[in-house]
């Protein structure tokens, strides 16, 4: 014979998915205990949360219990029919204590009046007796029929072995080894009738329009209303729930948002970490580096020792590049390390607060999702921690004297470059992302002479009749071309032939254009000059003034917009001038300035050649 259980202990929250927050769908179990749609569960996982495609573990969204395959759900069916039933009869019921919401109608019949005094009163969601007792007649069905007994986990209950009151009545008759778990006290809701509230909490904050307490959430407009507003024409057939029990279901959620928080945190800790080590790591190679080559060029300390001073310089610039890199990397990662535990704490403080009206206001704005940067493939990459440097002095000793005028061209190796010295230079590889590139002339100064297909740019004698475009430059004597890049790696060669002075490089599109411009990489400008034939320099606040030893007439200019690195070729012997590495933020564009004419002295033009396949 089935045990009496009050009404009051069976209620739509016993029904309901805690991850879409309706009534099951399908529903299917975990190891753990735990009911969920089949498909709300499938998604989650699939969607990388709590596991997903790729992961090694697959966690349960309530109690975090990890399975380290991926279960295979099947359909409870017995749940299946339950939650079935309850919708039914849900959806067919006649209420007993007036309209919905609380709130009495004067004009209902006397008789509804008679009913509503006799029956205890429901919270939205309950089943009145009547409907309780005809859905237990059917478990009973389900239980002498021999099918399982069904295992319903309250949307907030956050241990797997604690079960809800449904489940323990249900196991009432179940075998006689199994343990019973009492209902939990209950305490009737507050009721609110036309002449006030009938047990009204001294603390519940009131409606400013109808001074009732604020005991219903309306989750269409997202805010507290009383029993009359659930009545009036602004909120009449929205979704509407008690408040405090809306409380805890978003309490739910932020205890989840809250265990993803901190594994964010852990992932983005372990890559400050690794970043550490990797630098500690180029720190001991460049150390390393250095000793070598100071204990080689020792031998042949007299005639050697501005070629070991230029070696030692490649050492110490790429050393200060690779710090570079990783200190802003630091940076960034402090800083995103910085405003999640903040978040972090938000919501921990926010999840102790007992204030439910103060938490829906702030839970919106502090549960959304916090996009950040995707770190898996950032690192600190050096060609110091390949030993490139000391093996190359070795080798090149042995033809010391015909080599010595190359030496320190040999051993400045760009990122790009691998350990081992190959019989193809770098430049042949860097050739492979050769661009066609042609000159925009509306950005043009103007004095600029473009040729006919775009490709040759010289400084003319006077200023042409131009239109004043937004993106002309009317100071600076210089050009960008039309094509930009916001990824990728690309390349093109600019013959300079014999000039005097030029200035190449590229330039952010968003770049001041009007009078004097500061030119440097913090004002969007990364480029390499030449004055008065033998001063090279890149144009950094102060000025890097660069050692040129073999004069180029064709410049080789590469840029990987991602990697933010920049480097300058001389394409006839071959070797690199100078690598420079930042981070591009906006579109960039290659730059282009012959400078003046410098009374006949600098007149020829600069011209963007085709790429040709160095042998």
């Known amino acids: 014979m089935a045990m009496a259980l009050p009404a009051t202990f069976l209620s739509e929250d016993q029904f309901t998915c805690s991850i879409c927050l309706e009534v099951f769908n399908n529903p299917v179990s975990t190891p753990c205990g735990h009911s969920f749609c089949q498909d709300c569960i499938s998604s989650y996982w699939d969607g990388g949360r709590g596991g997903g495609r790729g992961a090694k573990f697959y966690q349960c969204p309530l109690c975090k219990e990890s399975f380290h395959k991926r279960p295979e759900l099947q359909i409870n069916r017995t749940l299946k029919e339950i939650t079935e039933q309850f919708k039914q009869m849900a959806n067919t019921r006649i209420p007993m204590d007036g309209r919905a919401g609380g709130v009495e109608d004067p004009n209902s019949h006397p008789h509804h009046h008679y009913h509503s005094a006799l029956s205890p009163p429901q919270r939205p969601g309950e089943m009145p007796e009547s409907v309780f007792a005809e859905m237990m007649t059917r478990f009973q069905r389900l239980q002498t029929s021999g099918m399982p007994y069904a295992t319903l986990p309250h949307p907030n209950d956050p241990c797997p072995q604690s079960p809800s009151p449904v ?46 307490g604020l005991e219903f959430f309306c989750r269409t407009d997202n805010t507290c209303v009383c029993s009359v507003c659930v009545d009036t024409a602004e909120h009449r057939g929205h979704a509407v729930i008690p408040a405090k029990r809306e409380w805890h279901i978003k309490k739910s959620q932020l205890g989840i948002a809250e265990v993803e928080l901190k594994d964010l945190i852990c992932e983005k800790e372990r890559k400050m970490e690794e970043i550490h080590n990797s630098l500690r790591e180029i720190q001991v190679a460049a150390e390393r580096e250095t000793d070598g080559t100071v204990c080689v060029f020792s031998k042949l300390i007299s005639s050697v020792e501005r070629c070991q001073a230029e070696v030692l310089e490649v050492i110490e610039m790429s050393w200060r590049a690779a710090e570079r890199r990783a200190q802003s990397l630091l940076r960034e990662l402090e800083e995103e390390i910085a405003e999640l535990k903040k978040r972090r704490t938000a919501l921990s403080q926010l999840a102790l607060s007992e204030d439910y009206i103060h938490f829906l206001k702030m839970f919106l704005a502090l549960s959304t999702p916090q996009q950040t940067k995707d770190w898996s493939s950032v690192s600190v990459v050096s060609e110091l921690t390949s030993g490139v440097i ?82 002309r430059f009317d100071r600076v004597v210089c050009v960008l071309a039309r094509q930009g890049f916001n990824s990728g790696r690309h390349y093109w060669e600019v013959e300079v032939g014999g000039k005097t002075d030029w200035d190449l490089g590229v330039a952010s599109w968003s770049v001041n254009r009007k009078g004097k411009i500061t030119i440097s990489p913090a004002h969007g400008y990364w480029f390499l000059s030449l004055r008065d034939r033998t001063d090279y320099a890149f144009r950094t606040e102060p000025t890097t003034n660069l050692t040129v030893n073999l004069r180029p007439s064709r410049i080789g200019i590469y840029v990987d917009y991602d990697k933010g690195l920049l480097s300058f070729y001389n ?13 591009f933020s906006d579109t960039i564009h290659p730059f282009f300035s012959p400078c003046t004419n410098k009374s006949g002295r600098n007149e020829a033009p600069l011209i963007i050649c085709p790429v040709a396949m160095t042998e």
Do not use: W
């Not at 075998?175 to 019973?180: M, T, V």
């Not at 009492?182 to 001294?202: A, E, K, M, N, V």
């Not at 394409?571 to 981070?583: G, H, N, S």
């Open 390 to 471: 000391l093996r190359t002095v070795n080798q090149t000793l042995e033809r010391f004297q015909e080599e010595m005028r190359k030496l320190p061209e040999v051993c400045q190796r760009s990122p790009l470059d691998q350990s081992v010295p190959r019989p193809n230079p770098k430049i042949r590889r860097v050739q492979e992302y050769a661009a066609d590139i042609t000159l925009d002339p509306n950005t043009a100064h103007p004095r600029i002479i473009i040729s006919a297909d775009g490709k040759q740019v010289h400084c003319g004698d006077r200023h042409q009749l131009v239109p004043d475009n937004p993106e």
């Open 571 to 583: 394409v006839e012997a071959r070797v690199l001038i100078y690598t420079f590495t930042d981070t």
């Open 167 to 212: 489940n323990a009545h249900l196991s009432f008759q179940a075998q006689n080894n199994e343990q019973h778990y009492p209902p939990p006290p209950y305490s009737p809701p507050r009721r609110y009738t036309l002449s006030g509230p009938s047990d009204s909490s001294p603390n519940l904050p009131l409606c400013p329009i109808h001074l009732r």
